[in-house]
């Protein structure tokens, strides 16, 4: 099965859930077995917990600890998978997806991204995203899709040694 990590931020607002929805029944039609970040709901009680403490360092302290948590879930997701797909909608790419896509470069995973976006983000005229993200993506071998009907992932990605 081919497996694959699909970056995000559409978990941030309910609207974006049949866009994400859309995004995973063509990945599952190319044959994908999907880690999706937003699907992670072992730190929802916790993170419902830290929101109600009243002791503010605790509450910092809980928090800081969930992070950390949700950050090796991640990580993991990313070590698992064999590609990486980014969804980089909107007037700025996200950061946290962002990072995504250069931690599974540097892991030598095929990165793609996907910008449906019709505005360009980029540094320079004419670049869809930032440069440092499509650089990444493009020396990966992945490619940048302009809608969810134009992904077409195929190949290996070759494994570098782990970070």
């Given amino acids: 099965m081919k497996k694959l990590y699909l970056a995000s931020p559409l978990g941030f607002s309910p609207e974006n859930t049949a866009y994400l929805n859309q995004v995973k029944v063509k990945l599952a039609s190319l044959g994908f077995e999907i880690f999706d970040p937003w699907e992670q709901k072992q730190f929802a009680s ?47 790419v996200d950061s946290g997806t962002a990072s995504e896509v250069g931690f599974g470069s540097a892991l030598g995973k095929k990165c793609y991204g996907l910008r449906t976006d019709q505005r360009d983000s980029g540094d320079f005229i004419g670049l869809p995203v930032n440069l440092q ?31």
């Avoid at 993170?47 to 992070?67: C, L, M, T, V």
């Avoid at 499509?134 to 970070?163: N, W």
């Fill in 46 to 92: 916790r993170i419902e917990k830290a929101s109600q403490e009243r002791d503010y360092d605790a509450r910092i302290a809980a928090f800081g600890e969930i992070a950390q948590h949700i950050g090796l879930c991640n990580e993991g997701g990313i070590r698992w998978a064999n590609f990486v797909l980014a969804v980089l909608d909107g007037a700025e």
């Fill in 133 to 163: 993200i499509l650089h990444f993506i493009e020396r990966s071998g992945g490619t940048m899709f302009r809608s969810i009907a134009e992904i077409s992932i195929t190949g290996h990605a070759i494994q570098r040694e782990a970070l």
